[in-house]
């Protein structure tokens, strides 16, 4: 079953719409007070998100959050952000930075997938053989690719056999947003120490507004402008009726799909082309973008109000994700999470620390320290951790983290498939691990062959 066959009560989904509300104001007045919140820069979603998790059903039971319905909202939210994405003006060249960054995203997810599966493997082979060796690929997709890609993907193989898949993925996620704050900032405060800084030499580079969160001492910052008349409908309102037109088509592309899958005998898949819903609307996004842009109509579209629109649907998304974790879940897997999580980020620091040093002409810190914060939270995680040594975004690291996002989301998709591929081809079986896994090597090879080809052209030229 997928999160659009779910039957939901209207009374259950506003009541959840207002706790998550009231968990992102309950953050919001938390991170305001408490130094600890702000020593380490923990976003409102996910201290919101954590005193959903407190009060739900899970611990306290005072609210009745349910988790399936809580990962509903996640698997919606995902598309929604990922049809903003598409919609938003993009860049018409990229330069060696963003290159050059998609390569190491790409990089740290096969690394971590790598990773967590050789954790699996040694589990399967020593301790537990019907241990569900999948887990190891929720990694990539709980640390780099974000909880509503961890969650539905985690779904979708819950028929496969894992159990509480999509909360496993939850998990994931917030450990690497934990990752991300905690060890992010020790990094950023030891590097501002020791001079790696280029804008920041040793000083505190954060004001009051940005450590609490409340604008009071610098002047507030401009949400976006109004493309339409308000008398004739409300600007923000229009943008959203897009969005939501773009996820429209997306289901009944979908859903026109699975239907002649299903005709031609192909129907066991249909489940695994709704976990990419994403993909289909980003790219039904971008087509009309470009559609509107070659008719000279996307001046309707505001990229500020766009953003907006996106900071809202990942902000309830993270707070869902964090207040859906199964306690129970944990408690089952608590050893191989850990270890899984612990290899993946010690991997992901070595492999960006190196890299970013060899990869870059310039801001090598700044660049680092953002795609750390990006390859174990999200793209949100690292401008925050970029923000604290560039506080006027003047180096291009900010820039780089956005646009190679997005080319590594292209070249990546490979990725995706041979995350499914011991699933949807081999039946779930440990051959099809082993056989993902060698793929993975080669595909990292390939992509290390390309990125050093591409480096040779541009030193020659």
Same mark, same amino acid.
């Given at each position: 079953?997928?999160?659009?066959?779910?039957?939901?009560?209207?009374?259950?989904? +506003?009541?959840?719409?207002?706790?998550?509300?009231?968990?992102?104001?309950?953050?919001?007045?938390?991170? %305001?007070?408490?130094?600890?919140?702000?020593?380490?820069?923990?976003?409102?979603?996910?201290?919101?998100?954590?005193?959903?998790?407190?009060?739900?059903?899970?611990?306290?039971?005072?609210?009745?959050?349910?988790?399936?319905?809580? =990962?509903?909202?996640?698997?919606?939210?995902?598309?929604?952000?990922?049809?903003?994405?598409?919609?938003?003006?993009?860049?018409?060249?990229? =330069?060696?930075?963003?290159?050059?960054?998609?390569?190491?995203?790409?990089?740290?997810?096969?690394?971590?997938?790598?990773?967590?599966?050789?954790? &699996?493997?040694?589990?399967?082979?020593?301790?537990?053989?019907?241990?569900?060796?999948?887990? =190891?690929?929720?990694?990539?997709?709980?640390?780099?690719?974000?909880? =509503?890609?961890?969650?539905?993907?985690?779904?979708?193989?819950?028929?496969?056999? !894992? +159990? *509480?898949?999509?909360?496993?993925?939850?998990?994931?996620?917030?450990?690497?947003?934990?990752?991300?704050?905690?060890? $992010?900032?020790?990094?950023?405060?030891?590097? /501002?120490?020791?001079?790696?800084?280029? !804008?920041?030499?040793?000083?505190?580079?954060?004001?009051?507004?940005?450590?609490?969160?409340?604008?009071?001492? *610098?002047?507030?910052?401009? &949400?976006?402008?109004?493309?339409?008349?308000?008398? &004739?409908?409300?600007?923000?309102?229009?943008?959203?009726?897009?969005?939501?037109?773009?996820?429209? !088509?997306?289901?009944?592309?979908?859903?026109?799909?699975?239907?002649?899958?299903?005709? $031609?005998?192909?129907?066991?898949?249909?489940?695994? !082309?709704?976990?990419?819903?994403? +993909?289909?609307?980003?790219?039904?996004?971008?087509?009309?973008?470009?559609?509107?842009?070659?008719?000279?109509?996307?001046?309707?579209?505001?990229?500020?109000?766009?953003?907006?629109?996106?900071?809202?649907?990942?902000?309830?998304?993270?707070?869902?994700?964090?207040? &859906?974790?199964?306690?129970?879940?944990?408690?089952?897997?608590?050893?191989?999470?850990?270890?899984?999580?612990?290899?993946?980020?010690?991997?992901?620091?070595?492999?960006? %620390?190196?890299?970013?040093?060899?990869?870059?002409?310039?801001?090598?810190?700044? %660049?680092?320290?953002?795609?750390?914060?990006?390859?174990?939270?999200?793209? *949100?995680?690292?401008?925050?951790?970029?923000?604290?040594?560039?506080?006027?975004?003047?180096?291009?690291?900010?820039?780089?983290?956005?646009?190679?996002?997005?080319?590594?989301?292209?070249?990546?998709?490979?990725?995706?498939?041979?995350?499914?591929?011991?699933?949807?081809?081999? *039946?779930?079986?440990?051959?099809?691990?082993?056989?993902?896994?060698?793929?993975?090597? +080669?595909?990292?090879?390939?992509?290390? /062959?390309?990125? %050093?080809?591409?480096?040779?052209?541009?030193?020659?030229?």
């Amino acid at each position: 079953m997928t999160p659009w066959d779910m039957s939901l009560n209207l009374k259950d989904v +506003v009541l959840d719409f207002t706790f998550l509300s009231l968990f992102l104001i309950a953050g919001t007045i938390l991170r %305001r007070y408490i130094p600890f919140f702000q020593r380490f820069l923990i976003p409102n979603n996910i201290i919101g998100g954590f005193i959903g998790l407190i009060l739900g059903s899970q611990i306290l039971k005072i609210i009745p959050l349910d988790g399936d319905r809580l =990962g509903m909202y996640v698997y919606h939210l995902l598309a929604l952000t990922f049809i903003i994405l598409g919609l938003r003006q993009s860049k018409t060249s990229f =330069g060696k930075g963003p290159v050059s960054k998609a390569f190491i995203e790409l990089t740290c997810y096969i690394t971590q997938a790598m990773a967590g599966l050789l954790v &699996a493997f040694t589990v399967i082979y020593f301790f537990n053989p019907d241990f569900f060796a999948g887990i =190891g690929f929720l990694v990539p997709l709980g640390f780099g690719m974000g909880p =509503g890609i961890a969650y539905t993907m985690g779904h979708s193989w819950e028929k496969a056999g !894992l +159990v *509480n898949g999509g909360m496993i993925g939850l998990t994931f996620a917030v450990i690497g947003f934990l990752i991300a704050y905690i060890v $992010g900032i020790s990094l950023v405060n030891r590097g /501002i120490r020791k001079g790696e800084t280029t !804008l920041i030499k040793g000083k505190e580079s954060l004001n009051r507004d940005i450590r609490t969160g409340i604008v009071k001492e *610098n002047s507030p910052g401009v &949400a976006g402008f109004l493309t339409l008349s308000p008398e &004739a409908i409300e600007p923000m309102a229009f943008q959203v009726g897009l969005i939501g037109s773009i996820y429209l !088509l997306t289901y009944l592309a979908i859903r026109g799909i699975t239907l002649m899958m299903e005709s $031609g005998g192909l129907g066991e898949f249909s489940d695994t !082309l709704w976990s990419f819903h994403f +993909v289909i609307g980003l790219l039904l996004a971008v087509g009309i973008r470009k559609i509107l842009d070659l008719t000279k109509k996307s001046y309707v579209i505001d990229k500020g109000l766009m953003n907006r629109a996106s900071g809202v649907s990942v902000d309830y998304l993270i707070t869902g994700s964090v207040a &859906a974790i199964s306690i129970t879940v944990i408690g089952q897997y608590w050893l191989p999470i850990l270890l899984m999580s612990g290899i993946a980020a010690l991997a992901t620091f070595l492999i960006i %620390r190196w890299t970013s040093k060899r990869a870059f002409d310039d801001y090598h810190f700044e %660049r680092f320290i953002g795609i750390f914060g990006e390859m174990t939270g999200t793209i *949100n995680s690292g401008l925050v951790l970029i923000r604290i040594t560039d506080p006027e975004f003047e180096s291009p690291a900010a820039e780089d983290l956005a646009y190679g996002g997005g080319i590594a989301l292209f070249l990546g998709f490979p990725l995706l498939i041979l995350l499914n591929l011991p699933i949807v081809f081999f *039946n779930n079986s440990i051959t099809g691990y082993w056989i993902a896994f060698g793929a993975m090597i +080669v595909y990292l090879l390939l992509l290390l /062959i390309v990125w %050093r080809l591409i480096g040779y052209i541009r030193y020659k030229k």
